[in-house]
């Protein structure tokens, strides 16, 4: 299959030193997440995929990041909004028997180029074990590498949710983002705003803010580990106030965040059970073991409380079918002696 021109299509002159680069037996397809761009964080992998390779894709900005890696292959730019021509266009070539190094920042299967290059692979009939072979390679993505230009927000459990309505539904949206922060996750949002999309970021902070307090702290960073790098922190209530961009991710703290000399710092819960002068377990905790509270305690709280399903559900916030097969489990353990 051949591929269509593009006029900002370019080949590089430099010379190939095939000892470095022995030709495939067919087509190969690398989907490499370049992470945020800077060089000294790529993975050998990536690296050696994009050298490999005989034709890079990708979004212009992206092959700029790579450009000092790039030699004698074809380079292949497709804008924005064309990921779906540039994930055909990698088959195309893949299929035709050439190396392809397709190209996502941050992290290819997240937000990236992963997920659409597989439809429509599979879309043209091809299968694990076919022509052309495909391998996704990770990369560091936006979350990690913001999260660390601020301190470590991501200490405990936290989600990804993108604030683009261009593929997915706003409703669908504000419904993750609800669930997210009713659950006290720590939350990096994708995509905030770009040129047409200003008031996505302003409407999450609202709805944000019917579950957090405004005071919660809010770390945001654009072009994290590139030249127009730049890190401020804020609050919910205080979000509106500040510039955002397609290059920034937004990572809002739960209610255990802090702030402490600049940093976000999410506790993972470890001095909740051990003093952190001397290691030692607080009284009725063991160390190694579950909480005195986790799963066990719980379920054991649960069931001598002598509420119905329903009941507990309220308390806990939790699914009534959940709660009542707790219940069953226990009325069976008691009828079988356990």
């Known amino acids: 299959m051949t591929a269509p021109p593009h006029p900002s299509d370019r080949t590089h002159a430099t010379p190939r030193c095939p000892a470095a680069d022995p030709p495939a037996a067919g087509g190969r397809l690398a989907v490499v997440g370049i992470g945020p761009g800077a060089l000294d964080l790529l993975t050998p992998r990536a690296r050696a995929a994009i050298r490999a390779a005989d034709s890079l894709i990708g979004h212009g900005r992206y092959l700029q990041l790579i450009a000092p890696l790039v030699r004698n292959q074809q380079v292949l730019r497709r804008g924005m909004t064309e990921e779906l021509a540039r994930a055909r266009l ?7 028997g050439q190396r392809v190094a397709l190209i996502s920042s941050g992290d290819s299967g997240i937000y990236g180029m992963a997920s659409l290059t597989y439809q429509v692979l599979f ?19 936006a979350l990690n590498a913001c999260a660390a230009l601020v301190g470590a927000p991501l200490g405990h459990d936290f989600c990804a949710i993108s604030l683009s309505d261009l593929l997915t539904p706003w409703p669908v949206i504000a419904r993750r983002l609800a669930a997210a922060a009713a659950a006290d996750f720590v939350i990096a949002l994708y995509n905030p705003a770009s040129g047409r999309r200003t008031r996505q970021l302003p409407e999450a902070g609202r709805l944000l803010r019917c579950y957090r307090p405004g005071h919660t702290p809010v770390a945001l960073v654009q072009g994290a580990y590139r030249p127009d790098q730049q890190v401020s922190l804020t609050t919910l209530d205080a979000l509106d106030r500040h510039p955002v961009g397609m290059t920034t991710s937004v990572l809002i703290g739960n209610r255990q965040t802090q702030v402490r000399d600049g940093l976000l710092i999410t506790p ?12 030692a377990p607080f009284p009725g905790e063991t160390g190694g073991q579950s909480r005195a509270d986790g799963l066990a305690g719980w379920q054991a709280a649960v069931r001598a409380s002598g509420q119905d399903a329903t009941s507990l559900a309220h308390t806990w916030e939790l699914p009534v079918d959940y709660l009542a097969a707790v219940l069953e489990e226990a009325r069976q353990d008691a009828v079988s002696g356990d």
């Open 90 to 96: 990698a088959a195309d070539l893949a299929g035709a």
């Open 123 to 141: 879309q043209q009939g091809w299968h694990p074990g076919a022509d052309p072979v495909v391998e996704v390679i990770p990369g560091i993505s």
């Open 268 to 279: 993972r819960g470890y001095t909740d059970r051990y003093a952190l002068d001397t290691g």
